[in-house]
């Protein structure tokens, strides 16, 4: 259930890496700057299923890693249950966590190879002190069945080599359920899983938000599973919110020409269904210096002038539908 | 033109023989596009290589006939395949474009080099085919002498695909040709393969994980599990009316942005080991349908209709279940 309360909030956020340049630059001071995330904006409600969607190196992983605080921002304001999160020292920080948690893309590597998966799904718990002995047996037991890896014996003293691809992300869930956090980003979940199995962890993360009430940003540069699992929708290009609205909606009828562009280009599953694709020039630039003005106005197909001098602004065109493009204002 | 019939590949592994292809037959006409789809570890990869006789040491062609034109590729020597077939009769296009090229020569002299080795022209006529080749494939001419880390990735798979066309072959196979690259980028290959295919009548074979590439593109699709040939059928009836469960599974696994929501069904248990494959049908013990009879019997290709093949004791029985009577 979508409520009205509003979660989290993310102002302005910008997260600018250090580029690594010659050695004359850098006794010169000139440091370039990797502009991953830059001014992005919005609000995620509790219940929601918010997807950050857009081509590799658009900034999607970056927000959500900030967002939860992974990594510091360069500016910006990030606000849980009206929080300031950057704003919390050590002790606060540890109790957020419960509350905010990630679920990654590799479950080949986001599994620990030397630790039972008993240990792996107890290791949250045990760092936050929460449960030892045979309560933290339970919880764990508990934790397996969620993720429909059962009989949780069969699981529990088995090793990550063991287990497919599938399985392994299913462990990765049971890690952050275990916590019972309120909040879940979730990147890339399924996109190193087999096929077969996609369609499961989908499922079976749509069914725990109905259960314990959480509220997700699931991170996909698959249009198809953003329509699938989300609320709502965000496309990102070169670190900046393009076009936000409700999905359905929006991948139905996209405004902004990149999403266009996007949605022309994602093949359909059905042979009768011929479209005409909207083909961008080139590739996408360098982050490190993006163009002035709209950053896809060298590449986007109905470019006017005003576009490399003036940056668009993420404006609100319909009830709950937002898109940074001049042509659309 | 390629007829593959009764294919058995093997790898010997410490832990004994990984039986990657078994027992796969298909062909694929002139002008054709052939799909082969799967998951990760279905042999689709193992099937292809071994058509075009590269496979990995340890490998080997236990039995079956790879007849192309009058030529057998599962019994010829690497010295002929050399000089008759590879680069001017089949080509191939590999997955990772990025590794693919060699990063210390010029992208033009990459692909000169097969030219002068193939065609025996001078380097001067082979640059002057770069040129056209890069024409072809939509990449600007003036950039033949850059060097791949020059190229976006997008530009390396065109130059992947113009090194494969460079001797004029009328078989391409293409192993997931656009997996590594963007949505925008990867719309872009699909249409240049589509376009080459029709102006040079080429065959193409085109490996991939992803369905909706297949029904992008393809004429043909055959659907591998567990290194058995499931079913195999014209693209349109593949996904309107499939009959083997594992490709109703498949299909019904996935989302699509062209339809309304509704709940997808996910595939239980997971693919098997290919060291130990299950007796039986191989996808028996993911078979909602499974019976007795799958668990022991091996289950044959049939044709139910003109070159619609399918491996399923019970087709007519969850035809019925699936479709109705008709």
Sequence with gaps: ?329 | MLSVEGLVTRYSTMMGDVKAVEDITFHVKKGEMFGLAGESGCGKTTAILSIINLLPSNGRIVSGKISYHDHDLANISKAELRRDIWWKKISIVFQAAMNALNPVLSVEDQIAEAIILHEDLIKQAALEKVKKLFELVGIDPTRTGNYPHEFSGGMRQRAMIAMALACNPELIIMDEPTTALDVVVQGEVLDLVKKLQKELNLSVIIITHDLSVIAEICDTTGIMYAGKLVECADTRAIFKKPRHPYTQGLIGAFPSLSSSWRRLEGIPGSPPDLLNPPPGCKFHPRCPYAQERCREEEPISIEIEKDHTVACHFIDEIGKAVYGSQ
């Design chain 1, 1 to 329: 259930m979508v409520t009205n309360d509003i979660l989290l909030k993310v102002e302005n956020l910008r997260k600018y890496f250090p580029a690594r340049t010659g050695f004359v630059s850098s006794i010169l001071g000139r440091t370039e700057w990797v502009h991953a995330v830059d001014d992005v904006s919005f609000e995620t409600k509790r219940g929601e299923v918010l997807c950050l969607v857009g081509e590799s190196g658009c900034g999607k992983t970056t927000t959500a890693r900030v967002l939860i605080r992974l990594d510091e921002p360069t500016d910006g304001k990030v606000y849980f249950e009206g929080e300031d999160i950057f704003a919390l020292d050590r002790k606060r920080l540890k109790n957020l966590r419960l509350k905010m948690q990630m679920i990654f893309q590799d479950p080949y590597t986001s599994t620990n190879p030397r630790m039972t998966i008993f240990d792996a799904v107890a290791e949250p718990l045990v760092v936050h002190k929460l449960a030892s002995g045979k309560e933290l047996a339970e919880k764990v037991a508990q934790g397996l069945e969620s993720v429909e890896l059962t009989p949780p014996e069969a699981f529990m003293y088995r090793y990550p080599h063991e287990l497919s691809g599938g399985q392994r992300q299913r462990v990765g869930i049971a890690r952050v359920l275990i916590l019972e956090p309120e909040f879940i980003a979730a990147d890339e979940p399924v996109s190193m899983v087999d096929v077969s199995l996609r369609a499961g962890i989908l499922n079976l993360l749509l069914d725990l938000k109905d259960k314990y009430n959480l509220t997700y940003i699931f991170i996909t540069h698959n249009l198809a599973q953003a329509k699938y699992i989300g609320n709502r929708i965000a496309v990102m290009y070169l670190g900046k919110i393009v076009e936000m609205g409700q999905a359905a909606a929006t991948l139905g009828e996209p405004l902004h020409p990149y999403t266009k562009a996007l949605v022309s280009n994602v093949p359909i599953p059905d042979p009768d269904i011929v479209r005409e694709r909207i083909h961008l020039k080139g590739e996408i630039p360098t982050p490190i210096n993006p163009p002035s003005g709209c950053r896809l106005h060298p590449r986007c197909p109905y470019v006017i002038e005003k576009c490399s001098t003036e940056e668009p602004k993420l404006v609100e065109v319909e009830k709950g539908h937002f898109v940074a493009c001049h042509l659309v204002e």
